[in-house]
C-alpha cells in the first residue's frame, strides 16, 4: 500500500458516558446465541436461550485502512450476566497477524483479560484506568467480574484482522467463575 492510501489528517473520536464510541463506523451485537457452546455449562446456556437470548457485549469500532501504520480504536461494551457460575465474556481471537500487539484501557466496570499461547496462559484484572497489554501472538479474551457493564477501548494495528477459530477449536485453557460471590480463575481441567 502505497503511503499515499494511509490517513493523513488527524482526528478526534468521543467516547460518550455509556461507552459508546462516537462516531463508529462499524459495530458488532453479539448475543449468547452466536457464543453457542463457549460456555461450560451447557443446561444453563439452554435455559438461558429459551428466554430472551441476552445481550452479551457490542463493540463499536472506527474503521481504518488494512495497514500495519494504522491504528484501529474501539469500545467494548461487555454486560453483566453469568451462564450457570460462569461470568459474561467475550468469544476471544487471536490476530490473524499473529505477532500484533494490542492495548486495552479500562474505562468502568470491572473484568478479567485472559490470554492463552501453546499451553500457557494469564489473567490481568482490569477497571477503570487499567492499562492491559495484550502481547503479540497470545489470544485474549475479557469476562465481565462486576455488577455493571465492563467497558473498555481498545487499540491495534489495522491490518491484525481476527482468527475465532483457532482458539474456538483450542478453547481457552482458564474459566472465570463466580463461586459463592467470589472471582475463581479455573483451569478447564478442574471443572
Ligand atoms: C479487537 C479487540 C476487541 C474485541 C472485542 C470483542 O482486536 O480485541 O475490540 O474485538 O472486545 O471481542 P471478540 O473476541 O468477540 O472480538
Ligand atoms: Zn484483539
Redesign the pocket.
Known amino acids: 500500500m502505497s503511503p499515499t492510501t494511509l490517513t493523513d489528517a488527524p482526528f478526534s473520536l468521543v467516547v460518550d458516558e455509556q461507552g459508546v464510541l462516537k462516531p463508529a463506523t462499524s459495530t458488532?451485537e453479539?448475543r449468547l446465541s452466536q457464543m453457542k457452546g463457549m460456555y461450560h455449562d451447557a443446561a444453563a446456556e439452554d435455559q438461558l436461550l429459551a428466554g430472551d437470548d441476552p445481550l452479551v457485549?457490542e463493540?463499536f469500532q472506527y474503521d481504518m485502512p488494512e495497514h500495519v501504520g494504522e491504528l484501529v480504536v474501539?469500545t467494548?461494551l461487555l454486560y453483566p450476566g453469568r451462564v450457570g457460575d460462569e461470568f459474561f465474556m467475550?468469544?476471544?481471537?487471536y490476530?490473524e497477524q499473529r505477532d500484533r500487539a494490542?492495548v486495552y484501557y479500562g474505562l468502568s466496570g470491572e473484568g478479567q483479560l485472559v490470554v492463552a499461547y501453546e499451553g500457557q496462559h494469564h489473567t490481568v484484572a482490569m477497571g477503570p484506568k487499567t492499562v492491559a497489554y495484550v502481547p503479540p501472538h497470545w489470544a485474549?479474551?475479557?469476562v465481565n467480574t462486576g455488577d455493571e457493564p465492563f467497558v473498555f477501548l481498545?487499540v491495534?494495528h489495522g491490518d491484525?484482522g481476527?482468527d475465532?477459530g483457532s482458539i474456538e477449536t483450542e478453547g481457552f485453557p482458564q474459566r472465570v467463575l463466580d463461586r459463592d460471590g467470589s472471582v475463581a480463575i479455573v483451569p478447564q481441567g478442574e471443572l
Open positions: 458488532v453479539r457485549y463493540v474501539c467494548t467475550t468469544k476471544g481471537h490476530h494490542e485474549h479474551r475479557t481498545a491495534y491484525a481476527h475465532y
